[in-house]
């Protein structure tokens, strides 16, 4: 009897713990919620979904916050989402509910798979309401994120790929810098000098394994990497990896890479901070990597840093590189007070000052025409005049169907498999068979895509 | 307590007459359903929810191919299977996966059952040892990726340090597809040691000293006394450790996400990791569930073997 007695009386504690508890949670609940409302009761909330990390995110919560401060109809409230991979997904799971974003930035290459979702409002739609003049941002990064005359997002944090080297290393032995716009072998012979001046003490170049710069490659060369020209006729149905001149680049890369003029430093996040580590300590002369590392290249760095445009084949003209960075949509699932208010931070963003500020502080580049009038910019150009080049390199090409990014779905699988490909050919396998094996599974991929999805 | 509760959730396995003497009291006989239900109900509620609707659903998907935005859309039956099985990326990943998971749980119980036997003797200072084998059940697996990451950096890397003091060659262990999985065994293993240091420390200390006393009696060598006195006594929980590690292993994905991402060449390309990106990277449901589906079947298949085969060599 004792020991029944003994577990009522717990039963009865741990039920009054119970209920303290859900009381404390009610009466918090019930506590918060008009203070909230009481911030918030004329102005309209906007969530905002980003994925940007360190400076970049810093400088974007400026923006939200300033945003807030300059009109009292809507408030922006910014949310981090993690990487750019995973919040796809979120974004396509959570739409129709609570949870769902308002505006959203989603990477560049999920660009034609949120489109299809059908879950947004193109910003062409406010574009025409408001007689938006969209001739004021750069014309390649808006090509990036449209379809058939038709502007689906706003471009925001854009970057070109472009080649790095230090500057100070090739005074230091002697070496004519590569020009402004080089061939793949004027890369060669700065990579060879660098590597015999130095005895094998500085590495000359590297080409991370990475799908976006095997992307770029073709662009460059004005190779189409998928049908229907590149996606922006209509559907693809397969892609091309095994044409002449992503063969050569590869064939290029390789012959570096045996005759030790050229390392690999592998894939991945940690390939990306170990080159440019190396090249931080003097010890690797050339990369290749998105402009937006100006940044981190710039600060601390005592060496002088060089940049030039992406390498093109030798033997042709560059056709230009596509943008790389993400894009700002607008969710269709939520009420049009709500989008428009979207629509206004999307404006607010992309206004000469933001846009000025923005590269200042990321790197990513000023898209804004009236950016490069900005005191800011100009500052940063006197005090480091090769962070002028990506943003030169983005208003040289004049946007095509090969430099505007491919439209089509499944591109993470896509950069997956050249990934896989790019290492077999790196470690010296046959170039045209490993290409062609990452041809046929995507092949593979798209054509099941394409049917579960109907087209 | 307990007494009141058996009788209801096990009503079949109790003998009537027990049940009709209660019954006296306030009828369970005639209740018992009720009681069963109102005291399974929460379990089955909660199973359902999170464990066997999950299941069905992902059995399900795995006969579809998904659209961009989830959704099931075209039958395929056992298509998704098929091409899997047939494709020799998917092949690579299943001979990966064997490779970790005997590495892993060799390892693991051999270093690990190396280190309980050291720390089960009675030393001066030997509670300081045992910390610290014990340590890394504290290490959260981000931590610890990190970790090795810079022992195994290419260039400021511990261990090609080493390696140029020695005048080694250097080894490339995360850019080259064997080191690479190499790496991440030894990390995972390293991970693992904690846990299974901890519970055979404590099986070694419950085996009985006269039976060691017997044997030395009796003229046994140490090695003899290991395996004719020590592993009988401790089969129990070596079978524990080692059928815990296996799933462990065939389930790592934190090390592996944030060591090699999979990489190079697909070397470290686990079956969870492939399920992964097929499915939160790739946005192909239908794919990713049929190589869950794949997944769970082997590890159930390697449990039932073990308790097949391994627990008739268990002394309990």
Do not use: C
């Not at chain 1, 502080?361 to 002028?388: I, R």
């Not at chain 2, 059995?59 to 039956?77: A, E, H, Q």
């Not at chain 2, 749980?105 to 030393?123: H, S, Y």
């Amino acid at each position: 009897m004792t020991t029944k007695n003994g577990s009522h009386q717990r039963l009865l504690i741990l039920g009054a713990i119970l209920v303290a508890v859900i009381a404390a949670f009610a009466g918090w609940s019930v506590m918060s919620k008009p203070a909230a409302q009481a911030q918030g009761a004329k102005r309209t909330k906007v969530v905002f979904w980003n994925e940007m990390t360190g400076p970049a995110q810093q400088q974007l919560n400026t923006f939200v916050k300033d945003f807030n401060q300059s009109q009292s109809k809507y408030e922006v409230v910014s949310e981090f989402e993690g990487n750019y991979n995973e919040a796809v997904q979120k974004i396509i799971n959570t739409h129709g509910t609570d949870a769902s974003p308002a505006v959203f930035q989603s990477m560049d290459i999920s660009t034609s798979q949120i489109h299809h979702t059908g879950y947004t409002t193109p910003v062409q739609k406010f574009i025409d309401e408001d007689h938006y003049d969209v001739n004021q941002i750069a014309a390649g990064a808006r090509a990036f994120y449209a379809n058939k005359g038709t502007q689906l997002s706003m471009p925001f944090n854009t970057s070109q790929p472009v080649l790095y080297y230090n500057a100070t290393l090739l005074k230091k032995y002697k070496i004519t810098p590569p020009p402004v716009n080089p061939s793949y072998s004027d890369i060669t012979r700065v990579a060879k000098q660098l590597t015999d001046r130095s005895h094998k003490k500085v590495q000359g170049m590297t080409v991370e394994i990475y799908g976006w710069l095997f992307e770029q490659f073709m662009a460059n060369a004005g190779v189409s990497l998928a049908n229907q020209e590149d996606g922006h006729a209509g559907t693809p149905t397969a892609v091309n990896f095994t044409n002449a001149a992503t063969v050569k680049t590869m064939k290029w890369i390789q012959d570096n890479l045996k005759a030790g003029d050229f390392v690999n430093y592998g894939a991945g996040a940690n390939a990306q901070n170990n080159e440019t580590a190396s090249f931080l300590s003097g010890r690797l002369g050339m990369f290749m990597q998105s402009s937006a590392s100006i940044g981190q290249l710039t600060t601390g760095n005592q060496d002088q840093l060089g940049i030039t445009y992406y390498p093109h084949p030798d033997g042709q003209k560059s056709n230009g590189v596509a943008i790389g960075g993400a894009s700002l949509w607008i969710s269709n699932d939520k009420p049009s007070d709500v989008q428009r208010g979207a629509w206004e931070f999307i404006k607010y963003l992309m206004t000469a000052k933001s846009q000025a500020q923005w590269q200042v502080a990321t790197g990513y580049l000023a898209l804004n025409k009236d950016s490069q009038k900005e005191a800011v910019l100009q500052n940063l150009y006197k005090k480091l005049p090769a962070t002028k080049v990506p943003g030169e390199q983005l208003r040289a090409a004049t946007p095509n169907a090969t430099n505007s990014g491919i439209f089509l779905q499944g591109l993470i699988q896509e950069r997956n498999l050249t990934q896989t490909a790019m290492e077999q050919i790196y470690n010296g396998s046959d170039i045209q068979k490993s290409l062609a094996t990452a041809q046929k599974s995507m092949n593979a991929y798209i054509q099941g895509n394409n049917r579960a999805n109907g087209y | 307590m307990q007494q009141e509760i058996t009788p209801a959730s096990k009503p079949s396995l109790k003998p009537k007459t027990l049940n009709q003497a209660n019954a006296k009291g306030f009828n369970l006989h005639v209740n018992d359903k009720w009681y069963a239900l109102a005291f399974l109900g929460p379990s089955v509620l909660i199973l359902g929810v999170f464990v066997f609707y999950p299941m069905l659903r992902t059995l399900y998907l795995s006969l579809f191919l998904t659209n961009n935005v989830g959704r099931p859309t075209v039958f395929i039956g056992l298509k998704n299977y098929v091409n899997l099985l047939t494709s020799s990326a998917y092949q690579a990943s299943l001979q990966a996966t064997a490779v970790y998971v005997i590495g892993v749980v060799a390892f693991t119980l051999i270093l690990g059952l190396l280190l309980a036997q050291m720390a089960v003797r009675k030393l001066a200072g030997i509670q300081w040892f045992r910390t610290i084998f014990s340590a890394t059940m504290g290490v959260s697996v981000s931590v610890a990726a990190i970790f090795w990451l810079f022992i195994f950096s290419p260039s400021i890397g511990l261990f090609d340090q080493i390696g140029t003091l020695l005048h080694l060659p250097l080894v490339q262990w995360l850019t080259t597809p064997g080191p690479a999985m190499i790496a991440v065994i030894i990390s995972t293993v390293w991970m693992n040691l904690g846990f299974t240091f901890l519970i055979l420390f404590g099986a070694l200390q419950m085996v009985p000293q006269p039976l060691y006393e017997a044997a030395a009696i009796e003229g046994a060598s140490p090695s003899y006394q290991f395996f004719h006195v020590t592993l009988p006594m401790i089969s129990p929980t070596l079978f524990f450790t080692s059928t815990v590690t296996l799933i462990g292993a065939f389930k790592s994905f934190g090390l592996i996400d944030l060591m090699t991402a999979g990489g190079p060449n697909n070397a470290t390309n686990l079956m969870v990791y492939q399920v992964y990106r097929d499915a939160f990277l790739n946005g192909n449901y239908g794919l990713a569930s049929a190589e869950s589906v794949i997944l769970a079947v082997i590890i159930a298949l390697f449990t039932l073997l073990q308790f097949k085969f391994l627990e008739k060599r268990v002394t309990y």
